[in-house]
């Protein structure tokens, strides 16, 4: 059974900084991508950052590139989200997902991704 569990959500002013983890099990880490969604209230969810493990290539949505960074610990079955100068509108919750596959466009992340977690509400006070 595929598990995700993320972590390390909370709040934080404006300007700051935290890290999230996803912590996995249930197949193959190494040959799957992750990747880390959020949705705020009243918005559709939105896709953050993806990392494919088998190439370990990286992806960012515009709004958050360069202020985060996606790695993985394939020791640890975990994959990280390092969130820096936050902004009140990165308050959201925050969900992580696994697929086996990462469906890249035009340098843009396509396609569904088939487990995700409960999600980590972060909040950034202005």
């Known amino acids: 059974e595929v598990q995700l569990v993320e972590s390390g959500g909370g709040l934080v002013q404006a300007g700051g900084s935290l890290r999230l983890s996803c912590a996995t099990s249930g197949f193959s880490f190494d040959h799957y991508a992750l990747g880390w969604f959020r949705q705020a209230p009243g918005k559709e969810r939105e896709g953050v950052a993806w990392i494919s493990n088998s190439d370990r290539s990286t992806y960012y949505a515009d709004s958050v590139k360069g202020r985060f960074t996606i790695s993985s610990d394939s020791a640890k079955n975990t994959v990280y989200l390092q969130m820096n100068s936050l902004k009140p509108e990165d308050t959201a919750l925050y969900y992580c997902?696994?697929?086996?596959?990462?469906?890249?466009?035009?340098?843009?992340?396509?396609?569904?991704?088939?487990?995700w977690g409960q999600g980590t509400q972060v909040t950034v006070s202005s």
């Open positions: 997902a696994a697929d086996p596959d990462l469906w890249v466009v035009g340098g843009k992340v396509v396609g569904p991704f088939g487990s």
